[in-house]
């Protein structure tokens, strides 16, 4: 087995980096995940999450983890409406009767990212998750990385994974290729107790999840399990917007007054989203060049959004970033390879092909969404007349 007696550290403890260090716990490894928060409770986690048959459920199908899912998942959350800017609703997946389920290569059930994360947690071996450890540095030792966190402390490891996100600090140990900016700002928030804070959106939710397209924006609402919802506002902007805005994103009637203006001729029932939110962050959104390709090494490599970084607009990031935890694990542990760079190069190539694609397709998709037409054209796809 290529990984026995090796070491291995995955950086960030993200549904990725928790899949993968499932699945090769399963084949005996010896594995550690880095998380950078200090523990379970220490950030708020975002909306929810749709998986895929071929992609997120095929990895926890192989993880062993498809029952703890059926008991987490949300029936009824994947039930959509697609409305104007004035919250007209012109497609509405609630009054379409549901009959797809598991095995159902269409199905897409959603779970929150906390109760998928924690189902993740409690199928690693006690101690797996190392918290309170953010990356600080890392030097070659022999063969092996040397890693030191902001805490001072330090550890080595024969394998790093890179799983720790948008702004991997691992990414740079691969590959110099930067991620280019799409164009397109978000603005993400929560709102605690919806239904008290933000009535009308949350009648509007019906426990599911909403796109409202309009004037080349739109706005992402999903209903959450612990009674609060999360949104996406996006809009085209500079990448520079979040310091040339001037905004202070603590600030609810500052955001408030921001939405009034930039979103002027909107419902105001929207406005509800501001009355009481906790901290809105904004996201510059950005992608990974197409092309991007680099050679393989022998103890080093990247999934997830550290690999192929994408926007959200075709809801692929945490089915890509489950998918490459159950190709590397494959590849990882698989007799067909020599040793550990031929495992790696093989997924690394797969991996970047499958994301290349996706890309293009997100890309695409970001585009048409924030385009004047953007509202027909996402109509047309949930209508069957995709455009």
């Not at 899912?69 to 009054?95: C, E, K, N, V």
């Amino acid at each position: 087995m290529l990984l026995q007696d090796k070491k291995i550290a995955i950086i960030g403890g993200g549904p990725g980096g928790l899949t993968l260090a499932r699945l090769l716990q399963l084949h005996g490894a010896t594995v550690h995940v880095y998380e950078r928060d200090a523990n379970l409770h220490e950030r708020e986690q975002g909306g929810t999450l749709d998986l895929h048959h071929e992609s997120g459920l095929a990895a926890l199908r192989q993880a062993g983890l498809l029952d703890a899912f059926r008991a987490a998942y949300r029936p009824g959350a994947d039930h959509m409406h697609i409305t104007d800017q004035h919250a007209t609703i012109l497609h509405d997946d609630h009054a379409e009767a549901q009959t797809a389920t598991f095995g159902d290569a269409h199905f897409r059930p959603e779970i929150d990212r906390g109760p998928l994360r924690d189902l993740l947690l409690d199928s690693l071996q006690p101690g797996t998750v190392v918290w309170g450890r953010q990356f600080a540095a890392m030097q070659p030792a022999g063969p092996a990385w040397e890693i030191t966190f902001r805490n001072g402390t330090t550890t080595t490891a024969d394998l790093v994974i890179g799983a720790d996100g948008a702004n991997s600090k691992i990414r740079p140990f691969v590959t110099p290729i930067r991620p280019f900016y799409s164009g397109v700002m978000v603005v993400e928030g929560t709102v605690h107790a919806a239904a008290q804070q933000a009535p009308q959106v949350s009648q509007l939710l019906q426990g599911g999840k909403l796109f409202a397209l309009g004037q080349e924006k739109t706005l992402v609402v999903s209903a959450k399990g612990d009674s609060s919802l999360n949104f996406y506002l996006g809009f085209k902007a500079p990448e520079t917007w979040p310091h040339d805005s001037d905004l202070d994103f603590q600030n609810a009637a500052q955001l408030q007054a921001w939405f009034r203006q930039e979103f002027a001729g909107w419902a105001s029932l929207w406005e509800e989203l501001f009355a009481a939110p906790a901290a809105c962050v904004p996201r510059p959104q950005y992608c990974m060049p197409l092309t991007q390709t680099w050679p393989a090494q022998p103890s080093i490599t990247l999934l997830g959004d550290a690999a192929h970084l994408m926007p959200p607009y075709a809801g692929e990031g945490v089915n890509m970033a489950m998918l490459d935890a159950l190709e590397l694990s494959n590849c990882l542990t698989s007799p067909e390879f020599s040793d550990l760079q031929a495992a790696i190069a093989h997924y690394e190539q797969h991996m970047r092909q499958r994301a290349a694609a996706v890309a293009q397709d997100t890309m695409e998709q970001t585009v048409a969404l924030h385009a004047p037409e953007g509202l027909a054209h996402l109509v047309g796809l949930f209508s069957g007349v995709g455009q």
